[in-house]
C-alpha cells in the first residue's frame, strides 16, 4: 500500500496570545489525503487553515501530534522538497524579473540549468505570465503575484501541492486559468491539499472537501458536481473513533459494504439520508453551529 500524501494524527497548535493567553489553534485535527486526490480545506478567517499548512510544509511545529509527508515526518528535509507550496501572502525580492525569480527557485530545488529554463518557460506560459516574465516584480499586480507564486510550486514538478488559497486576489479570469492548472494536475495524478473560502471553486475541482472551524476538523465531504450526494445515491454519515463525522456518497449497491467497512473500523453509522444537499449549505450550517451538520 502506498502512503499517503498526507497524514495528520492528532495534531494541536497552541500560540502564546497577547497577556499570557494561549490560543489552542488546532485541536486534535486527524486527516489523510490518499495520493492523487484534490482536497479543498475550507473554514472561516482564523479557523486553522495556514497553521495546518505551515505544520505540513515544515514552517512550525506542532504543540502535538504528528504531520507526515508521503510517510516522513514534515519536519524532515526531503518531505520539504517533494512539496510546490503557494504561501498565503506570497512575497518575492521585488527588484527580480518573474524569469529571474523562477531560475532562482530551480537553482534552490538543484534543477539541472537546461531543465530550469524549460521548466520556466512552461511555467510562465501556464500561468500567462510570459509577457511579463522580464519585468521586476514590484510592477506586478496582486493577480500577478499570485500567478508567480503558483508558478514557482510547479517548477520541480513535484507530486504533491500545497496551496494556501491559491485563488486568493485573482479576477475571474485568473480563478478559471488556476482551476484549470489544479485540474490538468489531477490528469497527472498529482495531489493537491488547498485551503479557500470560497466554497465554488472547491465545488469545481475537488474530489473531497474538509471543513475546519475553530481548529477542529468538523466535517468532511465527498463532492462530486458541487453536491455531496446525487439523485439515486445516499449519503450515509458515519461517526470515526476520532469524534470526526464523515459524509460519503453510496449507491445503493454499496450501502452494505459501506456500513460494515465503517463498523470494522471502530465507527458508528450516524445516519443515512437519500437526498440532495449542497456543499455552501453544510458549510453554512456547520459554521454557524460549530458543530459538525
Ligand atoms: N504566530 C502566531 N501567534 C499567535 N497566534 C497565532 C499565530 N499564528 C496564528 N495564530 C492564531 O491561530 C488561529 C488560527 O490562525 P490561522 O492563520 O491558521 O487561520 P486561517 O484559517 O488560516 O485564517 P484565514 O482564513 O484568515 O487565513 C488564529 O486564532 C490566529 O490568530
Ligand atoms: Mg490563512
Not at 518575492?92 to 534552490?108: D, I, K
Amino acid at each position: 500500500m502506498p502512503k499517503p500524501a498526507i497524514e495528520i494524527s492528532q495534531l494541536r497548535k497552541i500560540f502564546k496570545g497577547k497577556k499570557k493567553t494561549l490560543v489552542h489553534a488546532l485541536q486534535d485535527l486527524n486527516l489523510t489525503i490518499p495520493s492523487g486526490e484534490v482536497f479543498g480545506f475550507i473554514g472561516p478567517n482564523g479557523a486553522g487553515k495556514s497553521t495546518t499548512i505551515k505544520i505540513l510544509t515544515g514552517q512550525i511545529k506542532a504543540s502535538s501530534g504528528t504531520a507526515q509527508i508521503s510517510g516522513m515526518k514534515a519536519s524532515n528535509s526531503r518531505a520539504r522538497i517533494s512539496i510546490g507550496y503557494l504561501p498565503e501572502n506570497p512575497s518575492f525580492y521585488p527588484f527580480m524579473t518573474a524569469r529571474e525569480y523562477l531560475h532562482f527557485v530551480g537553482q534552490v530545488f538543484k534543477m539541472p540549468t537546461n531543465e530550469i529554463h524549460s521548466q520556466t518557460f512552461r511555467v510562465l506560459e501556464l500561468l500567462d505570465l510570459t509577457q511579463a516574465a522580464d519585468r521586476p516584480v514590484k510592477g506586478f499586480s496582486k493577480g500577478m503575484i499570485q500567478r508567480l507564486g503558483l508558478a514557482q510550486t510547479l517548477l520541480h514538478d513535484p507530486a504533491l501541492y500545497i496551496l494556501d488559497e491559491p485563488m486568493s486576489g485573482l479576477d475571474p479570469v485568473g480563478r478559471a486559468l488556476v482551476k484549470d492548472v489544479i485540474l490538468a494536475l489531477k490528469q497527472q495524478g498529482k495531489t493537491i491539499f488547498f485551503s479557500t473560502h470560497i466554497i465554488a471553486d472547491v465545488e469545481a475541482v475537488c474530489d473531497r472537501a474538509g471543513i475546519i472551524v475553530n481548529g477542529r476538523l468538523t466535517a468532511l465531504e465527498d463532492v462530486k458536481d458541487g453536491l455531496i450526494s446525487q439523485e439515486g445515491s445516499y449519503i450515509i454519515y458515519i461517526q470515526t473513533s476520532h469524534g470526526v463525522l464523515e459524509s460519503h456518497i453510496v449507491g445503493n449497491n454499496q450501502l452494505n459494504d459501506t456500513i460494515l467497512q465503517a463498523v470494522a473500523r471502530g465507527a458508528t453509522i450516524e445516519r443515512i439520508e437519500p437526498q440532495l444537499k449542497n456543499l455552501e449549505k453544510i458549510f453554512l450550517s456547520t459554521i454557524k453551529s460549530g458543530l459538525p451538520v
